[in-house]
């Protein structure tokens, strides 16, 4: 989670880099950028809103009593020259670019007050600086303990904590991803258009099951042969004008 929010500032500079060379003039200040910073975990819900070319994907292993393992990786390996450029800097137009140093301490910081939650086990955070590829894994003994974990970890991040919600549920044999739409109205204060910043990023979901899934409400959702498994796949552009959604409920066998 805190991860977002530090390649969020390597993101932005990335984006000014882009526009400069379309010779825009842009007034990015910080303190309306970082508000852009939408946590879609569910971590689990970030919802996050970053820069273009990258793909955040969620996936997660659920078994008959709730429990299960979820995975969350940030892949922004299609943005790595020009992200790699960007954090030899220590600024760029007064913003400033956080070192891997920095990074690495919020990470492990996270990975920290994950390990403390009651219900989380195995935590553990996975750095690709070559390719700029993150990942974090956890276990869970409930969806609840993680919609939990994640709510009190995001706490300590006063920018992210309000975009949070219970992005699962799990009763009755029956798995909910809830999601709730975001209000890009802010975006109006923003001289980027926002449809360029997410040009490009495309967000991956995987639900995987012990048992077959009889029926699910969101046709976005692909089962798979076995029907243990659904996939949902959209761009972030499609989410910001709401053309798809990422509430689903499933019924298992």
């Known amino acids: 989670m805190t991860l977002y929010i530090e390649c969020f500032g390597i993101i932005l500079a990335s984006v000014k880099l882009r526009n400069k060379s379309k010779k825009l003039k842009r007034n990015l200040r910080v303190s309306s950028t970082c508000k852009i910073l939408k ?14 070319c990258f793909d955040f994907v969620e996936e997660i292993k659920l078994h008959d009593n709730g429990s299960g393992a979820v995975k969350y990786k940030l892949n922004l390996s299609k943005s790595k ?4 450029g960007i954090m030899l800097m220590d600024s760029i137009r007064g913003f400033p670019v956080p070192s891997k140093e920095k990074i690495q301490k919020k990470l492990s910081e996270m990975k920290s007050l994950l390990n403390g939650q009651e219900g989380i086990s195995n935590v553990k955070i996975t750095e690709n600086w070559s390719e700029y590829i993150f990942q974090l894994t956890m276990d869970f003994e409930h969806v609840n303990k993680l919609n939990l974990a994640l709510k009190k970890t995001l706490a300590k991040e006063e920018k992210a904590k309000k975009y ?8 009755e044999s029956k798995f909910s991803r809830n999601y709730i739409a975001q209000d890009y109205n802010e975006f109006s204060q923003w001289k980027t258009d926002v449809s360029t910043v997410l040009e490009g990023a495309n967000l991956i979901l995987i639900h995987r099951f012990d048992e077959p899934i009889v029926s699910k409400e969101n046709a976005k959702y692909m089962l798979s042969k076995n029907s243990k498994s ?4 959209a761009s972030f552009l499609d989410l910001k004008e709401k053309k798809v959604t990422l509430q689903n409920t499933v019924s298992l066998k």
């Open 39 to 52: 946590f879609y975990l569910l971590l689990a819900a970030i919802t996050a809103v970053l820069s273009g």
């Open 164 to 171: 949070v919600y219970d992005a699962y549920s799990y009763s």
């Open 230 to 233: 659904v996939m949902f796949r």
């Open 81 to 84: 020259t020009k992200i790699g």
